[in-house]
């Protein structure tokens, strides 16, 4: 299992899938990405890690992983990098691509509109996950493939998608990393274990 290493949240995935049992390892290079079996792609910036993947000769090695059919999960800007289409992005926004859905950047404002609620969430067992949303993106539509896995429950953003799965991808707008509950990398794990 690796954890997208070029900019974000790194560590603190990787902590949540040691003890979420996997062997997890960062991946900056395209031999690093040929030898893991799934990929998380952290939160972050998203235009910078775009930038960061040309970089270092990623981008076109992880876009044919994730068509190939990679397990990836994506945590907000990660969520970003793997939708087919972003709006209110830079005009010439690149994705990684492979996940049916449009999402909006920023959706829910600037950083001082960060906020913090609990979430149902399909496919986590054990009550609501509590949810950290920092300059998070939401999912305005998505295709008939992909799964709503949960929706904001009140406020302002109300019904807001902001968890998805589609097949071997997984979404969410929040960061799971930072709580110190690792039932979604639990469950992301276990996933390829099935």
Not at 57 to 70: C, F, Q, T, V
Request: proline share 6%.
């Amino acid at each position: 299992m690796g954890v997208l290493a070029v900019q974000g949240d790194v560590r603190e995935h990787l902590v949540a899938l040691r003890e979420s049992g996997a062997e997890a390892v960062p991946v900056r290079r395209p031999e690093e990405l040929e030898r893991v079996d799934g990929l998380v792609l952290p939160g972050g910036e998203s235009t910078t890690m775009i930038r960061l993947l040309r970089t270092f000769d990623l981008l076109a090695p992880l876009r044919e992983r994730i068509a190939d059919g990679l397990p990836a999960y994506g945590s907000c800007a990660g969520m970003i990098l793997l939708a087919d289409q972003v709006l209110d992005g830079q005009p010439d926004q690149e994705t990684v691509g492979g996940l049916d859905v449009i999402v909006r950047r920023n959706a829910f404002g600037r950083q001082v509109d960060s906020f913090e609620t609990d979430l149902e969430l399909t496919g986590v067992a054990g009550g609501p996950v509590h949810a950290v949303f920092i300059r998070a993106p939401w999912v305005e539509a998505s295709g008939p493939e992909v799964e709503v896995l949960a929706t904001v429950p009140s406020g302002p953003a109300a019904g807001r998608v902001v968890a998805v799965r589609q097949g071997h991808l997984l979404a969410t707008s929040f960061h799971p990393e930072v709580t110190g509950d690792h039932r979604v990398h639990a469950a992301f794990v276990d996933s390829l274990a099935g």
